[in-house]
């Protein structure tokens, strides 16, 4: 079972989404330059735990449900409800995404 996002994933983000999510996991301890510059995160980092931890803080709703090999992550999101199946890990991320574009 992967258990942690790929740089890729991360770099889906953009440079505001990833300066939020450092925020909420490291609060302003996290080293800058004259603003918020892209750092290449270590994406073992972003594990299942915490982006359930995320998802948690941010007030989302949200079930998970487990069917053989694969996931089912069921979320309530702007556009109505979201269903992805697959990894779990990136059914999370997909929920992440999500909430970091809508807080914009």
């Known amino acids: 079972m992967k258990q942690h996002i790929t740089k890729e994933q ?3 983000l953009t440079p505001p989404e990833q300066e939020k999510l450092f925020r909420f ?3 302003d301890s996290y ?3 004259g603003g918020f510059e892209v750092i290449d995160i270590n994406p073992e ?6 982006m359930i931890e995320f998802l948690d ?3 989302v709703v949200y ?8 996931w089912e992550l069921f979320w309530d999101s702007a556009g109505g409800d979201e269903k992805i199946r697959g990894e779990l890990c990136d059914a999370l991320w997909e929920a992440v995404k999500e909430v970091l574009e809508k807080e914009g």
């Open 10 to 12: 991360f770099r889906e």
């Open 25 to 27: 996991f490291f609060g």
């Open 31 to 33: 080293p800058v330059k």
């Open 45 to 50: 980092y972003l594990t299942i735990g915490r």
């Open 57 to 59: 803080a941010g007030g």
């Open 63 to 70: 079930s998970i449900e487990a069917h053989g090999k694969y």
